[in-house]
């Protein structure tokens, strides 16, 4: 009987790990420029190619999905003396019309400042989500574009990439 219980015990354990390699399959890490900073993705996210303009704009990168309804741009630039991520959130939300902008926290612990705003994309309008952190003597900002109707579902892959976002 004890030999039978130790190996069901085996299977489960067996099928945990096989589960969980699954699930994590389905899953990768993005660093964040070359700030050290990373996120964790749907793996069906791919960067996308971004313009002259964008990089002269401290785009280093842009993540789309085909099965999402949310995409994302990363920028990263030089801290000016005096700018914390507060100051630089407070100035962008007041450029983009938001009426107030938030502070966050990561899982692991890393503070963000972040806002909402809509904003025009190809003579659309798209309802955002940026959030910005500081990396060293960077900053980090993730501009999330929500498309579709489905807010709800957009809602729950940002929080999940933002409740991601770590050191390493």
């Known amino acids: 009987m004890k030999k039978l219980f130790a190996i069901v ?37 791919e960067a996308q190619e971004i313009s002259a303009e964008d990089t002269d704009e401290n785009q280093v990168a842009y993540f789309k999905s085909e099965d999402s309804l949310v995409d994302f741009d990363v920028y990263q630039w030089a801290k000016v003396e005096g700018e914390t991520a507060e100051t630089v959130a407070a100035a962008e939300a007041a450029e983009f019309g938001a009426e107030e902008y938030f502070e966050g926290i990561s899982n692991s612990g890393i503070v963000f400042e972040g806002y909402y705003a809509s904003e025009e994309y190809d ?25 579709g109707e489905n807010i709800e579902e957009a809602e729950l892959v940002v929080t999940s990439i933002i409740a991601s976002l770590t050191a390493i």
């Not at 659309?124 to 900053?139: H, K, S, V, W």
């Open 9 to 45: 015990v085996a299977l489960v354990l067996a099928l945990c790990a096989i589960s969980a390699v699954a699930e994590e399959a389905l899953i990768k890490e993005i660093e964040l420029g070359t700030s050290g900073l990373f996120i964790t993705v749907p793996v069906d996210y």
């Open 123 to 147: 003579g659309q309008t798209f309802e955002t989500l940026t959030i910005i952190t500081e990396a060293g003597d960077d900053f980090v900002e993730i501009v999330f574009w929500i498309d």
